[in-house]
């Protein structure tokens, strides 16, 4: 089983709808939570970074963090064309937010016009 | 652009040849981190390096090897190559291992036939 398990998706939604983007993981260890956006030839880049359980809102994206039930999500509001990308989870433990990253294997979401 | 530079941008080489990939990290970073994402296993760390000393290692095969030098950048040499190994290959860096953001180059596609 792998640390950390994401659905691949293809996802597929009108613009302007809500999107829900999940990952589970098994190790307990985990206190960093990441999403990072990978548009289509091009490096990963930091969308949300939470420590810890709890919400944090920043414009149209929130991320949930629930530590109990070993779950993440990332929520897209008003999803744009340009949103369209693979969204990738990514978590670390003791040694802080960057230390050997566990990412999950990615969500492609296309949003269509 | 993330500041983080990788060459070259695609390599294409035999099986059983020794490459070797390239990172220049973004100016005051010291760290930098190798990753490997192939389309049946994701993104896999591979080992990280801070300062020039060896910080942590992941999944890196034997064959695989890295260092970093003085002036930061980092080379990671892979050798008596398998078909399997090509995969693109990421270098990312960070102000320290706790920083809560890694900033990851553009990628080097690796196809070994």
């Known amino acids: 089983q792998k640390e950390v398990e994401q659905d691949p998706g293809p996802l597929s939604v009108p613009e302007g709808a809500i999107v829900s983007l999940n990952c589970t993981y098994s190790n307990s260890a985990f206190q960093y939570f990441m999403w990072y956006r990978q548009y289509s030839r091009k490096g990963p880049e930091l969308l949300m970074y939470t420590y810890s359980s709890g919400n944090k809102e920043d414009g149209r994206f929130t991320a949930q963090v629930d530590k109990s039930s070993k779950y993440i999500s990332l929520f897209i509001r008003d999803s744009q064309p340009s949103d369209s990308a693979t969204y990738l989870c990514a978590m670390s433990g003791l040694g802080g937010a960057t230390n050997k990253l566990i990412f999950g294997t990615g969500t492609l979401l296309a949003v269509q016009p | 652009d993330s500041g983080v530079t990788q060459t070259p941008k695609h390599l294409i080489t035999a099986t059983g040849q020794r490459v070797t990939l390239r990172c220049s990290p973004r100016?005051?970073?010291?760290?930098v981190y190798w990753y490997q994402q192939s389309l049946d296993q994701g993104l896999q760390f591979l080992i990280q390096?801070?300062?020039?000393?060896?910080?942590a290692k992941g999944n890196i095969l034997e064959r695989f090897s890295a260092q970093q030098f003085p002036d930061l950048h980092s080379e990671l040499n892979l050798s008596s190559l398998e078909l399997g190994d090509s995969a693109l290959y990421f270098c990312?860096?960070?102000?320290?291992?706790?920083?809560?953001?890694?900033?990851f180059g553009q990628g080097t596609r690796l196809t070994v036939v």
């Open positions: 990312a860096s960070s102000v320290d291992p706790g920083a809560t953001e890694a900033f």
């Open positions: 390096y801070y300062n020039g000393e060896e910080r």
């Open positions: 100016s005051g970073d010291l760290s």
